[in-house]
């Protein structure tokens, strides 16, 4: 019970972002590198698996 009233006591806008309607202003440069982060963090795992993949390819072709 204690615990409770404490709460409703805490000015919770104190802590955090709670104005969460502004978003910060973005120029072009932070487009492109937030683009340039989504393609590394999605595609760059996939371009390394199909090199890994197509090694290993090359290497069952070549061998007799």
């Known amino acids: 019970m204690e615990n409770e009233e404490q709460q409703e ?3 919770w ?4 972002d709670h104005d969460a ?3 910060p202003s ?3 440069t932070d487009y492109v590198a937030l683009f ?3 393609i590394q963090s999605i595609f760059l795992p996939l ?3 199909a090199a890994v993949l197509v090694s ?9």
């Open 9 to 11: 006591q805490v000015d």
């Open 13 to 16: 806008s104190k802590y955090g």
């Open 21 to 23: 309607s502004r978003h």
């Open 26 to 28: 973005l120029d072009a």
């Open 36 to 38: 340039i982060a989504s």
């Open 47 to 49: 371009v390394i698996l």
């Open 56 to 64: 290993i390819g090359f290497l069952f072709v070549l061998m007799p």
